[in-house]
Every structure is written in C-alpha cells, then in structure tokens.
C-alpha cells in the first residue's frame, strides 16, 4: 500500500508542477503511470511464461515489435504516408541491431546466452527503434514544413524528391540521434543506465555489468542510426510531406 501511495504522490507532484508552469499536460502523466503499471503487470507474467518456455520467446518479441511500431506510427500520422515509415523503420532498426547484436554475442561471446538476455536485448533496442522513429520522423516533418520554400525550389530544378529532401533528412536524422549519443557519452559520469544497474541487481559482477552495458549502448546507437535513415529516407520519397488536417 505505501509503494503505491509513494507512486501516487510522484505523480500528483508533476502533475502539480506542470499545471503550475502552464505546461497544459493535464492528468496525462497519472495516465500513462496507470497504463505502466498495468502493462508492466502483464509483461511481468508473461515473461515468467517466457523464460520457462524458451521456444516462447520469439511470439514475445514479435509482441514488442508490433507494439512499437504501431505507438511510432500513431506519432507519425501527420506524415504522409507516416504510418507505413514508422512501421517499417522501427521494423527494420529494431531486427537489424538486434539480429547483430545476438550474432556477435554468439560469435564472439557480447552477450551471455541465455532466453532472458535475448529478451533484456530486444526489450531495449526495440524500444529505442520507436523513439528514434519517432524523433527523426517529426523532425523531418518539421523541418520540410519550414523549408517548404527551399524544396520547391530544388523540385522546380528537375530534382527528385528524394533529392530535394536529402538535406532536411539527414538534419532530421541527425537532431533524432543527439539525445541517445549524449547519453551514452554521460554514461557512469550523469547516469547508471538501466541494463548496467539491472545486471547488478541480477547478481552479475560490476564488471560484467559494465560489459553488456557497452553491448547495448552499441547496439542502441546502431538501432537509432538505421532506424532514422530508413524513417527519412522514406519520408522524402514523397513530393507531399504533411498530410492535410
């Protein structure tokens, strides 16, 4: 009961905060604590199946992947054709980064085997896919719709659209890349990342800890960096970049 009193209070306080600083967020943070909760519940269950049933594992990333991709593509639908690129792009980040990781923790012993390594991976690079996506989506939006000016000009030169966004799109990609790498540059200075300080509640070494943090940093800068090339590269394929509302 005072774990959730304590959670409740958190929320009240940034609740409070943001109306105070006119934000205009609402009860938008108790909502999504609520909906974390009950999802975390369901996660928390499912993996106990999971990780006794290891063949599981695969229905359970599949899960993940078609959850974010349909959470990115509700953030990209001012963009046109916006829910196909996020979908794609979070499809294509997220199976590259984490076939590689998981192949070189194979090859090359990054990452322990084991059913719950493979799923901790797939959690956080999947998860990254969908920010990235999102990010270099509605930055590119943004961008096309202040540049608007520029692009038609390079349309009217005979370019392609994929030409005349070529500028914005790598901006786009590289702005939605920012926070990740700044991040990881910070890492043991300003932050404990996640993976580092759950391997340590999991019983690994400090050491070890630090080893499969490293594997994800690597492998959450190569999801960001496929995943915002895919997303733009896509979105400037279209002569029509914001989709009418």
Partial sequence: MRFVLGLAVLALVTVGVAA?????LGWLPVRALVRAAVQLTAVALLLAGVLATPWTVVAFVALMLATASWTSAGRLRSLHRGRRTAVVGVLVGASVSVGTVLLLGETLGLVPSGVRYVVAVAGILVGNAMTAATLSGRGFLRSARVRAGEVEGWLALGATPSQAHAAIGREAARESLLPTLDQTRATGL???PGAFVGALFGGASPADAARFQLVVLAGIALTGVVTAVVVTRL?????????EE
Avoid at 20 to 24: I, Q, R
Avoid at 235 to 243: D, L, N, P
Wanted: charged fraction near 5%.
């Fill in 20 to 24: 105070w600083a006119g934000v205009g």
């Fill in 235 to 243: 979105a400037g394929r279209s002569q029509f970049v914001a989709v």
């Fill in 190 to 192: 300003v932050t404990l």
